[in-house]
């Protein structure tokens, strides 16, 4: 992803290890990070969204007082272990943080809320609008990519991610034989799955969706391919984050896979509905999105309530105003 756009790493901390736990990446970010920061000296530290990685940027940051900037900040589903850990991991980098970028007015709302000062908060959008308009003008798909096109050309593609701890068991695997049967029931439907390398999801997933000729399993798909893939989408079904954001820019109809969302935006602008975990619901949805006339039709006329594009260029503005007033303030010391 970063060689795809542009971006020079001075440090690869070589953090994925097989099978790894929330606790021992967040470990190994922090016990990694203390010598970069005390040789660079930064100014300021960006995390960007709710990973456990960003999370250990901002306690890096905090520990050594170097001000933190939360991009994506001011998500919110509300419930601590749902989606775990990532609702969490942005609670607490919302505690270390000293500025805050939200990409919507809601989310500036949920940080003012808790307590945030409003001068420490800017609606910027998401950057991942940005690197998805960058990806789209110069993407060039591959001959595997084109291949997984062809296989289900002249069908109604539907995109497959799924991933989340919370849904690991019994709830992934009945989502999966509904998506299954889905398939079966319609010729013209054939589904695509870019399958998570975690073992559980590896397992759920052959075992469910495997030796179906409209059903495609494939390795993870680097990001541009995996865009190549979502913009010749007839539906998207995922339980991603990005995905919520992607898919207005993409004017793709979305079916969220989880219980709730902490991006209601995307309900509300009517690009995607919600599955609330529920294996029938999700069947009917399936069918509902699939008849003459229904509301996934009118997706592509829909604007992205995440942003224009123009993000990364808002936060930097913000990033120098900030520098030039001396000194930044840690978040310990912002009133």
Known sequence: MTRLLGVRLDYDLQIMTHDQTPNIVCSRVLAALDGILDHERPDLILVQGDTTTALAGARAGFHQRIPVGHVEAGLRSYEPRDPYPEEMNRRLVTSLASYHFAATTHNREALLAEGVTLQSIFVTGNPVVDSLK???????????????????????????????????????????????????????????????????????????????PRIHLTRPLSYDQFVAVLSQAWLIVSDSGGVQEEAPTLGKPLLILRRNTERPEVLASDVARLVVGDPERLAAMLEEAYRPGSWAESVRKIGNPFGRGDSGRRIARVVAQVLAASPPVPARFVN
């Open 134 to 212: 960058a990806i789209l003008r110069r993407l060039e798909v591959t001959a595997e990519t084109a291949k997984l096109l062809e296989a289900s050309a002249g069908l109604r593609r539907v995109v497959l991610t799924t991933r989340r701890r919370e849904s690991f068991g019994a709830v992934m695997i009945d989502n999966l034989k509904a998506i299954r049967r889905f398939v079966e029931a319609h010729d013209d439907v054939a589904l695509i799955c870019p399958v998570h390398p975690n073992p559980a999801v590896e397992r759920a997933v052959e075992s469910t969706l495997a030796g179906h």
